[in-house]
């Protein structure tokens, strides 16, 4: 995917609902991670302004926001939010594409996970969860990839237990010892 970077952007935009996010407790110890944000949309000119606001009130003003252009089609290079703007970079090699960073003069830099608009809610929870396991060590990428691991271990096992609840196993069995038995009348 292809990232399009916008000069300033100057127009307001109406923001989203509130934002889906999800923190490490304040005091914890430290982690790869301080928490977890799942936009409602992959328009960062859209999605920052409410991520900004939830987040200024608790960590003071974010000034920047860096991000992967892996999952972004469109990267502004500023994005108006109340009562200031937020400048938007990008890091194709360097940042995890799953991870979204913050950076406030006051507090220094918050590193969240960025849950795909897409994810089914029970998925979204997990992952929130996950990422805001105190001293957590997995980064962002090693969440998603535990979670579509989860997701493809339980559909197997949801297609094994009904394999075996059409008498899958019972059959196999008892279509081998016919095999057997008729081989060795031969």
């Known amino acids: 995917m292809t990232a399009t970077i916008e000069p300033t952007i100057i127009k307001e935009r109406l923001p989203s609902a509130s934002a889906?996010?999800?923190?490490?407790?304040?005091?914890?110890?430290?982690?790869?991670?301080?928490?977890?944000?799942?936009?409602?949309s992959r328009d960062l000119l859209r999605e920052i302004p409410t991520l900004t606001n939830a987040l200024d009130a608790r960590w003071g003003r974010i000034t920047h926001v860096t991000v992967?252009?892996?999952h972004w089609p469109v990267i502004?290079?500023?994005v108006p939010v109340t009562g200031h703007t937020v400048h938007?970079?990008?890091?194709?090699?360097?940042?995890?594409?799953?991870?979204?960073?913050?950076?406030?003069?006051?507090?220094?830099?918050?590193?969240?996970?960025?849950?795909?608009?897409e994810t089914e809610p029970?998925?979204?929870?997990?992952?929130?969860?996950?990422a805001t396991v105190p001293g957590g060590i997995r980064t962002a990428s090693g969440l998603m990839a535990d979670e579509a691991t989860g997701h493809d271990g339980t559909e197997a096992r949801s297609r094994e237990e009904a394999w075996e609840?059409?008498?899958?196993?019972?059959i196999g069995i008892l279509s081998s010892a016919l095999r057997m038995s008729s081989a060795l009348r031969r």
């Open 20 to 40: 889906r996010l999800s923190l490490a407790p304040t005091g914890s110890v430290p982690a790869l991670l301080d928490g977890a944000w799942w936009p409602r």
């Open 68 to 70: 992967n252009p892996a």
């Open 165 to 170: 609840t059409d008498g899958g196993a019972a």
């Open 76 to 78: 502004p290079r500023k």
């Open 122 to 130: 029970a998925a979204a929870a997990r992952l929130m969860a996950a």
């Open 88 to 117: 938007v970079g990008w890091f194709a090699d360097e940042q995890d594409p799953n991870k979204v960073i913050l950076l406030s003069y006051t507090v220094g830099r918050l590193d969240l996970l960025v849950i795909p608009p």
